[in-house]
């Protein structure tokens, strides 16, 4: 078994498995490493990244050049020696092809070529299958449900128009970052309004026939690097220091207009150096940020919420994690949540309990009037619950703290940076301290801190009363009483140790100080 493979709590190294995506995009090639456990957890492992360009001149010649030609087949003996070093099956190795080779004239003979020399089977996907991948990744990675999915690769541009989590219609565009920079930003200084105007142009132009793109929903999910890319970039100035990662973060439109700006007034050659964007990326970027923001503008969207996932998910999810089903997730954040406690070995009955007890006092809190929740705190509060014991996998000592900058580190697929930031701070104040913002209080909303002291009290005491980990207290409820609150509790066994956790270590000053009530174990 790779030294990769995640263990977890209950589960076998038997059941383990590992899956490699190549993805030959018509600017990057990727190869990415799944390991899953069927039914349980899955993860994104290892990865190859080469910017082979080979879609490099296509939009002149129709052909795929001889220069790029060799870059791919070097490229492609690399990633197939990495199988085999890695003992990765060929049935498990899944290589597929998109828009340049797809397009090129000689795209058929390259892949002929290709899998001669290297053993790789490679699929040349459809514009409606890369389409359809790229709507997997999205809708199994966000809370997506009406709307559009769009993926920007080097070659094509997809947009999916998702209605009830279902597709309902694909397009495809020539609108890669690739082609556009090759047809109309050739310069290699400061871009030029005439050269801006013809790419807005042309990308409005060829958007013209999507009727349904206007009537789709506010909400747009974007896919690929170049998103990725720019969202990262956005993300510097609205976020300062702190880095969560990209996932669910949305461009705001002046936002991207701004980067439009400053990406412009550069040299081609000195894009790379914005912080956000990767140098293999600058000379490119600028097509891909004036297509995005004609999108918007068509559109008449919100933003562009990122997602970590892409083409290389989609094919995943859709050919072996959820092979032989609709390959949709049923609660993206649950599984996302779920999905991160069994990778660092949470105690599941346990946590899940713990998670029980939790929403059992919130809500008896809300009915009793003592508070109102902000949208979306009741579901913070359970993912914290879940995932308050992930730090243990580093160290008991501290494991609070660990906690909090795995949480932080881990894309959490279905949640944006700001929910994740205060997850992993209630997770963080589990067990002492008073909680505070920190350095997460850049993104905070207005209550955010209130929303923060509450949860981590009430994670607090439900941990307390799982002391155990025995599943003792099978209902707790608070209720107010004169100028205290009652904690109710059910008996499933001895009540002897909760009780003793509570009243020792529940932190009643902090119960006090938040609610403005002493609290009382009945």
């Known amino acids: 078994?790779?030294?990769?493979?995640?263990?977890?709590?209950?589960?076998?190294?038997?059941?383990?498995?590992?899956?490699?995506?190549?993805?030959?995009?018509s600017n990057s090639w990727r190869l990415v490493v799944f390991t899953y456990e069927p039914g349980a957890w899955w993860?994104?492992?290892?990865?190859?990244?080469?910017?082979?360009?080979?879609?490099?001149?296509?939009?002149?010649?129709?052909?795929?050049?001889?220069?790029?030609?060799?870059?791919?087949?070097?490229?492609?003996?690399?990633?197939?020696?990495?199988?085999?070093?890695?003992?990765?099956?060929?049935?498990?190795?899944?290589?597929?092809?998109?828009?340049?080779?797809?397009?090129?004239?000689?795209?058929?003979?390259?892949?002929?070529?290709?899998?001669?020399?290297?053993?790789?089977?490679?699929?040349?996907?459809?514009?409606?299958?890369?389409?359809?991948?790229?709507?997997?990744?999205?809708?199994?990675?966000?809370?997506?449900?009406?709307?559009?999915?769009?993926?920007?690769?080097?070659?094509?541009?997809?947009?999916?128009?998702?209605?009830?989590?279902?597709a309902r219609e694909m397009a495809s565009f020539p609108l890669g970052a690739v082609r556009v920079t090759e047809q109309f930003l050739t310069g290699e200084g400061p871009a030029r309004k005439k050269e801006l105007a013809r790419v807005r142009a042309h990308t409005r132009?060829?958007?013209?026939?999507?009727?349904?793109?206007?009537?789709?929903?506010?909400?747009?999910?974007?896919?690929?690097?170049?998103?990725?890319?720019?969202?990262?970039?956005?993300?510097?100035?609205?976020?300062?220091?702190?880095?969560?990662?990209?996932?669910?973060?949305?461009?705001?439109?002046?936002?991207?207009?701004?980067?439009?700006?400053?990406l412009a007034a550069l040299p081609s050659d000195e894009r790379g150096t914005v912080p956000g964007i990767k140098p293999g990326r600058g000379d490119i970027i600028l097509a891909a940020a004036l297509v995005l923001e004609?999108?918007?503008?068509?559109?008449?969207?919100?933003?562009?919420?990122?997602?970590?996932?892409?083409?290389?998910?989609?094919?995943?999810?859709?050919?072996?994690?959820?092979?032989?089903?609709?390959?949709?997730?049923?609660?993206?954040?649950?599984?996302?949540?779920?999905?991160?406690?069994?990778?660092?070995?949470?105690?599941?009955?346990?946590?899940?309990?713990?998670?029980?007890?939790?929403?059992?006092?919130?809500?008896?809190l809300v009915a009793g009037e003592l508070f109102e929740p902000q949208p979306g705190e009741r579901e913070l509060l359970w993912a914290a619950s879940m995932l308050h014991d992930v730090g243990m996998t580093i160290s008991y000592d501290d494991h609070h703290k660990h906690s909090r900058y795995l949480i932080e580190s881990a894309e959490l697929p279905g949640f944006d940076p700001r929910e994740r930031a205060l997850i992993a701070q209630m997770s963080r104040y589990h067990r002492k301290g008073i909680p505070k913002l920190g350095d997460i209080e850049?993104?905070?909303?207005?209550?955010?801190?209130?929303?923060?002291?509450r949860c981590a009290v009430i994670l607090r005491l439900a941990e307390h009363l799982e002391r155990g980990r025995d599943q003792s207290v099978s209902e707790a409820k608070l209720r107010a009483n004169g100028h205290g609150v009652d904690l109710h509790l059910e008996a499933a066994g001895d009540l002897l140790l909760p009780r003793w956790s509570v009243e020792r270590y529940g932190d009643g000053e902090a119960f006090q100080r938040v609610f403005g009530r002493r609290l009382l174990v009945g």
């Not at 995640?6 to 590992?18: C, L, S, V």
């Not at 349904?212 to 890319?229: D, E, I, K, P, T």
Request: aromatic content about 4%; proline content about 1%.
């Open 1 to 25: 078994m790779s030294w990769r493979s995640t263990r977890a709590t209950g589960h076998t190294a038997q059941n383990i498995r590992q899956v490699a995506v190549i993805d030959l995009g």
């Open 43 to 166: 993860k994104h492992t290892d990865e190859l990244y080469e910017t082979v360009r080979i879609g490099a001149g296509l939009a002149a010649s129709g052909r795929l050049s001889e220069d790029a030609i060799a870059r791919g087949l070097e490229t492609l003996s690399v990633f197939a020696r990495f199988c085999r070093a890695n003992d990765i099956a060929a049935a498990d190795v899944h290589c597929v092809a998109t828009s340049a080779i797809r397009d090129a004239d000689n795209g058929e003979q390259f892949l002929a070529d290709a899998q001669n020399q290297t053993g790789l089977t490679i699929e040349i996907l459809s514009a409606q299958d890369e389409a359809r991948f790229g709507y997997v990744a999205a809708v199994n990675t966000t809370t997506l449900s009406d709307g559009v999915v769009l993926d920007l690769g080097g070659g094509s541009l997809q947009l999916i128009h998702v209605e009830r989590r279902q």
């Open 205 to 262: 132009e060829s958007l013209s026939e999507l009727k349904w793109l206007s009537s789709s929903g506010q909400r747009l999910v974007g896919l690929g690097g170049a998103v990725r890319n720019l969202a990262a970039a956005a993300q510097q100035h609205v976020d300062g220091t702190i880095d969560l990662g990209v996932q669910g973060f949305v461009i705001a439109p002046d936002a991207l207009s701004e980067l439009v700006q400053t």
């Open 294 to 364: 004609t999108v918007l503008e068509v559109g008449g969207f919100d933003g562009i919420e990122a997602t970590e996932a892409g083409l290389r998910e989609g094919v995943f999810i859709a050919g072996t994690l959820l092979a032989g089903s609709e390959p949709l997730l049923p609660d993206v954040r649950g599984a996302a949540v779920r999905n991160l406690a069994i990778q660092y070995q949470s105690d599941m009955a346990h946590v899940e309990h713990v998670a029980v007890l939790s929403l059992q006092m919130f809500d008896s």
């Open 442 to 453: 850049p993104l905070s909303h207005a209550g955010d801190e209130e929303l923060l002291d």
